[in-house]
């Protein structure tokens, strides 16, 4: 959303320094130049692809629960499914409007359900949180990080209380229990678990008694970090995708990073490109003037580009020229540079110029 993006700006002028400007400083009673009336020539360049990127994602600081809102898994039956018992939800919860019920079968104590989840992994967080209670104290009751699925996972055991209990797990290998090195570890691994593909959540409770509920509530990660993700369709068809990500921690909530990351988008989806324009003489183009840019031999159509130098150029009286370095949006305000080469034959040929009709006035 362009409307989301600060409307900060700076240029860096023909000599390398930095200045800080508001975006821009003139808009109205600019000049509109135009191929073919008062522009005599013009110079394109554009800057390298590698600075292109048009798939963005800026984060924040670590402190966000993931889902954002604690529920989003436990406020709908969707992607739960029981190995053992009946899915149900019910309004007694934590969270939102329901909790995740699960009532262990007729002629049995256990009840097992599980949710598939977004695939995470342990570069993301560093604990797992929900609430969790039961119809009567279970005789035993356990969480499972399916890593990726039910035949590779770890388990570590939870409470078994009847009363809201909140669980709060750290996660990571650091806490995988071994015999030898970690007896203190609280999960224990079946199979081959992998914490970098963690897709899903199971509960596994026995009551000790037939048709007795457990539920659950509010599972998240924690501490997710604040995020956003701008894309661009059009610069991804040019150039492919080309990703970028950004940490910023001064960031502390998603549309912070929103901002960020469309602002980034806007400014980095197309080559950042430079004209130096020369035309008939004008004491109206500014540094700082914003003006609207069609050079059809190049598929640019009234593209916006800021005036970052200006120079006059004097033949004799009522005989000058007037050349413009404008520098249209990207992150960093580098002037692309010309060829250096063609730059000084540029500079000589004008000296000559010079000094030809400097000869013809005096002969005259």
Same mark, same amino acid.
């Given at each position: 959303?362009?409307?989301?993006?600060?409307?900060?700006?700076?240029?860096?002028?023909?000599?390398?320094?930095?200045?800080?400007?508001?975006?821009?400083?003139?808009?109205?009673?600019?000049?509109?130049?135009?191929?073919?009336?008062?522009?005599?020539?013009?110079?394109?360049?554009?800057?390298?692809?590698?600075? $292109?990127?048009?798939?963005?994602?800026?984060?924040?600081?670590?402190?966000?629960?993931?889902?954002?809102?604690?529920?989003?898994?436990?406020?709908?039956?969707?992607?739960?499914?029981?190995?053992?018992?009946?899915?149900?939800?019910?309004?007694?919860?934590?969270?939102?409007? !329901?909790?995740?019920?699960?009532?262990?079968?007729?002629?049995?104590?256990?009840?097992?359900?599980?949710?598939?989840?977004?695939?995470?992994?342990?570069?993301?967080?560093?604990?797992?949180?929900?609430?969790?209670?039961?119809?009567?104290?279970?005789?035993?009751?356990?969480?499972?990080?399916?890593?990726?699925?039910?035949?590779?996972?770890?388990?570590?055991?939870?409470?078994?209380?009847?009363?809201?209990?909140?669980?709060?797990?750290?996660?990571?290998?650091?806490?995988?229990?071994?015999?030898?090195?970690?007896?203190?570890?609280?999960?224990?691994?079946?199979?081959?678990?992998?914490?970098?593909?963690?897709?899903?959540?199971?509960?596994?409770?026995?009551?000790?008694?037939?048709?007795?509920?457990?539920?659950?509530?509010?599972?998240?990660?924690?501490?997710?970090?604040?995020?956003?993700?701008?894309?661009?369709?059009?610069?991804?068809?040019? !150039?492919?995708?080309?990703?970028?990500?950004?940490?910023?921690?001064?960031?502390?909530?998603?549309?912070?990073?929103?901002?960020?990351?469309?602002?980034?988008? !806007?400014?980095?989806?197309?080559?950042?490109?430079?004209?130096?324009?020369? $035309?008939?003489?004008?004491?109206?183009?500014?540094?700082?003037?914003?003006?609207?840019?069609?050079?059809?031999?190049?598929?640019?159509?009234?593209?916006?580009?800021?005036?970052?130098?200006?120079?006059?150029?004097?033949?004799?009286?009522?005989?000058?020229?007037?050349?413009?370095?404008?520098?249209?949006?990207?992150?960093?305000?580098?002037?692309?540079?010309?060829?250096? $080469?063609?730059?000084?034959?540029?500079?000589?040929?004008?000296?000559?110029?010079?000094?030809?009709?400097?000869?013809?006035?005096?002969?005259?």
């Amino acid at each position: 959303m362009l409307e989301a993006q600060f409307s900060k700006d700076f240029l860096v002028n023909t000599d390398g320094h930095l200045h800080w400007k508001s975006r821009p400083w003139r808009t109205a009673g600019v000049e509109t130049l135009t191929v073919g009336d008062n522009i005599l020539s013009y110079e394109l360049l554009k800057g390298p692809v590698e600075k $292109v990127f048009n798939s963005i994602t800026v984060k924040g600081v670590a402190e966000a629960p993931y889902p954002r809102n604690h529920d989003d898994w436990t406020d709908a039956l969707d992607n739960w499914t029981a190995s053992s018992g009946t899915l149900a939800l019910n309004a007694d919860c934590k969270y939102g409007d !329901y909790s995740i019920e699960c009532d262990s079968p007729a002629g049995s104590a256990i009840a097992e359900f599980k949710r598939t989840l977004p695939v995470w992994t342990i570069r993301d967080t560093n604990k797992l949180r929900y609430w969790v209670k039961h119809e009567v104290a279970a005789a035993s009751s356990v969480v499972r990080i399916l890593c990726p699925d039910t035949s590779n996972y770890y388990e570590t055991g939870q409470s078994t209380g009847v009363a809201w209990a909140f669980q709060d797990f750290n996660i990571g290998p650091e806490y995988v229990y071994h015999v030898d090195h970690n007896p203190d570890g609280i999960w224990t691994a079946t199979s081959s678990p992998n914490w970098w593909d963690m897709q899903g959540i199971q509960f596994r409770a026995d009551a000790g008694m037939v048709s007795k509920w457990i539920k659950v509530d509010g599972i998240h990660w924690f501490p997710d970090r604040w995020t956003d993700t701008a894309t661009n369709a059009a610069s991804k068809t040019s !150039y492919g995708q080309r990703d970028m990500e950004v940490t910023d921690e001064k960031f502390h909530d998603d549309s912070e990073c929103e901002h960020r990351s469309e602002t980034l988008l !806007y400014q980095m989806k197309d080559p950042a490109t430079q004209i130096i324009m020369t $035309v008939k003489g004008n004491n109206n183009i500014k540094c700082g003037d914003r003006l609207s840019i069609t050079l059809p031999a190049d598929g640019i159509s009234a593209a916006n580009y800021d005036v970052i130098a200006v120079e006059q150029i004097y033949v004799r009286p009522n005989n000058w020229t007037t050349k413009a370095t404008m520098i249209n949006t990207a992150n960093i305000r580098d002037i692309t540079m010309p060829n250096p $080469v063609v730059q000084h034959l540029k500079r000589l040929n004008k000296t000559l110029r010079r000094s030809h009709l400097t000869e013809l006035e005096v002969t005259r």
